[in-house]
């Protein structure tokens, strides 16, 4: 559903919620100030913000307000929690707590790229791939967006700005990598038997060729 919306920011996206108020302090969405169920949406205070189930406010204990905000791109799904569910997740949550999910690591070989350009030098570019097998998995992704911004200052100067991300998530099997080690131990055993029944069966026949040769 995020790919049929195809949201140019995060706030963007989060304005789809139900009960949810936003306040963009500029057009790239770069500052999140969300509000929910009537809480004020200055700096997303009241409102539990969290990527992957962990608190992205520097400080959630003693004021949280938000500085940095997940790029839309990396978002997968998003979950809204509100009432009782939302107190498992931390503090700060009278407005409730909404999750931002990232992309987790395929089963098999995916990737997908997102190339954009506009006025004032705008460009985005996001990348990602990644793929399992028996022993884990591996995912890459990078993201980076950029603009010269709409005006320039007096002094000189434009009020652009550029922003990178790159992820490398993984994971191992390990119950795999037992099997597969087991499986090679036992190929080994099997083998180690094989020559030995062969050594034995080629000692057997020289004893018989020296019996029958003293009679």
Do not use: C
Request: proline share 4%; no cysteine; glycine share 16%.
């Amino acid at each position: 559903q995020i790919d049929r919306i195809s949201p140019r920011s995060t706030a963007e996206l989060l304005e789809y919620l139900p009960n949810v108020s936003l306040t963009n302090t500029d057009p790239m969405g770069l500052r999140l100030n969300l509000g929910m169920r009537g809480f004020p949406s200055n700096r997303s205070t009241y409102t539990l913000i969290l990527e992957d189930g962990v608190a992205i406010a520097a400080a959630p204990y003693l004021r949280n307000a938000i500085l940095y905000t997940t790029p839309v791109e990396k978002i997968a799904r998003v979950e809204q929690l509100t009432g009782s569910s939302s107190i498992l997740y931390g503090p700060q949550n009278m407005g409730g707590a909404i999750n931002l999910v990232s992309r987790s690591v395929p089963k098999s070989g995916e990737g997908g790229a997102d190339v954009a350009y506009g006025m004032h030098h705008f460009g985005k570019f996001h990348l990602h791939y990644g793929g399992s097998n028996e022993w884990g998995g591996l995912l890459f992704e990078g993201a980076h967006i950029q603009s010269n911004g709409f005006k320039d200052l007096d002094g000189g100067g434009d009020t652009g700005f550029g922003k990178s991300e790159f992820v490398v998530r993984g994971h191992a099997q390990a119950g795999a990598a037992r099997a597969v080690a087991g499986r090679r131990a036992d190929a080994h055993e099997e083998r180690g038997r094989r020559r030995r029944r062969r050594q034995g069966e080629e000692g057997q026949g020289q004893g018989r060729g020296r019996r029958a040769h003293q009679l």
